[in-house]
Antibody
Framework: EEQLVQSGAEVKKPGESLKISCKTS????????IAWVRQMPGKGPEWVGA????????KYSPSFQGHVTISADRSTKTVYLQWSSLAASDTAIYYC???????????????????WGQGTLVTVSS | DIRMTQSPSTLSASIGDRVTITCRAS??????LAWYQQKPGRAPKLLIY???SFEDEVPSRFSASGSGTDFTLTISSVQPDDFATYYC?????????FGQGTKLEIK
């Protein structure tokens, strides 16, 4: 059974750093993208970015590029989302999710999300 | 970035009603569109991908169509379990975007 299990809720102050995790099991870690999706209170989902653990290729939404880093550890089948300096506007639930298999090319896109983690609530407040 | 616009934002319906949600892309996305259902406190749940391909457990009262810029999700006879928020998603490129959502509520 495919599973994505996320780390627990976090409360941080503005300017602090943070790394949250998404541990996967039940599927080939290196042949699917793992995406991060932000959902701010009362709002719709937003694509943060995704990583292909097979070669650690990372792609980011322009809105998040430079503000977060996505990484993967093949030995533990875990994907991470990290911030070096949090802002109050980062307060949200962050979901990790698995795409369809394979790489993106002109006639194929795998970026729909069939399996999701339970979400990690990140609260940033002074 | 491609913008995804859903309408309506809120939809009030009674059990047994037929309802349709529309999603419009700011430029052609082919059939690279997914639909999700989200209930409070839960992660979104994939219903449909590639515009009209259904996940195994999706009830037959759901139908979906469209390509290019205009897409629809229809529930032929709304059931109690269907009251939720629905999102469309463009995944035609690395720059994935979601619609703003349509909340289906009980009339």
């Amino acid at each position: 059974e495919e599973q994505l299990v996320q780390s627990g809720a976090e409360v941080k102050k503005p300017g602090e750093s943070l790394k949250i995790s998404c541990k996967t099991s039940g599927f080939s870690f290196t042949t699917y993208w793992i995406a991060w999706v932000r959902q701010m209170p009362g709002k719709g989902p937003e694509w943060v970015g995704a990583i292909y653990p097979g070669d650690s290729d990372g792609k980011y939404s322009p809105s998040f590029q430079g503000h977060v880093t996505i990484s993967a550890d093949r030995s533990t089948k875990t994907v991470y989302l990290q911030w070096s300096s949090l802002a109050a506007s980062d307060t949200a639930i962050y979901y990790c999710a698995r795409t369809a298999p394979g790489r993106y090319f002109e006639f194929y896109s795998p970026f729909y999300l069939r399996h999701w983690g339970q979400g990690t609530l990140v609260t940033v407040s002074s | 970035d491609i913008r995804m616009t859903q309408s309506p934002s809120t939809l009030s319906a009674s059990i047994g009603d037929r309802v349709t949600i529309t999603c419009r892309a700011s430029q052609s996305i082919g059939s690279w569109l997914a639909w999700y259902q989200q209930k409070p406190g839960r992660a979104p749940k994939l219903l449909i991908y590639k515009a009209s391909s259904f996940e195994d457990e999706v009830p037959s009262r759901f139908s979906a169509s469209g390509s290019g810029t205009d897409f629809t999700l229809t529930i032929s006879s709304v059931q109690p379990d269907d009251f939720a928020t629905y999102y469309c998603q463009d995944y035609s490129s690395y720059s994935v975007t979601f619609g703003q959502g349509t909340k289906l509520e009980i009339k």
